[in-house]
């Protein structure tokens, strides 16, 4: 099992950027593909963006592509994702797992989230 620490979260205004930290303790992350996950107020848990094990591989959902870069330093057991022209839709608490790509579900391990509110 990975333990994940999340952090980098916010309060920001629209249009700026922020940089999401997912630590892992383990070694075996680097085995793992990982995903990110957001939920905001009122709404279930969606899908944000994934990498594989390697990091040859990268997915991002339709609304934030352009915008959110995930990557991953399996040296540090570190998963980022760089979030830039953030919008108040973006607003949600943003986790952080470990990942089946090839069914986009989680495993089952997840971080604690950190908060990301941004405004118009």
């Known amino acids: 099992q990975v333990q994940l620490v999340e952090s980098g979260g916010g309060l920001v205004q629209a249009e700026v950027s922020l940089r999401l930290s997912c630590a892992a303790s383990?070694?075996?992350?680097?085995?793992?593909?990982m995903g990110w996950f957001r939920q905001a107020p009122g709404k279930e848990r969606e899908f944000v963006a994934a990498i594989s094990w390697i990091g040859g591989s990268t997915y991002t959902r339709d609304s934030v592509k352009g915008r959110f870069t995930i990557s991953r330093d399996n040296a540090k057991n570190t998963v980022y994702l760089q979030m830039n022209s953030l919008k108040p839709e973006d607003t949600a608490v943003y986790y952080c797992t470990t990942m089946n790509i090839a069914t986009m579900k989680s495993l089952g391990s997840w971080g604690q989230g950190t908060t990301v509110t941004v405004s118009s």
């Open positions: 383990g070694r075996t992350f680097s085995t793992y593909s």
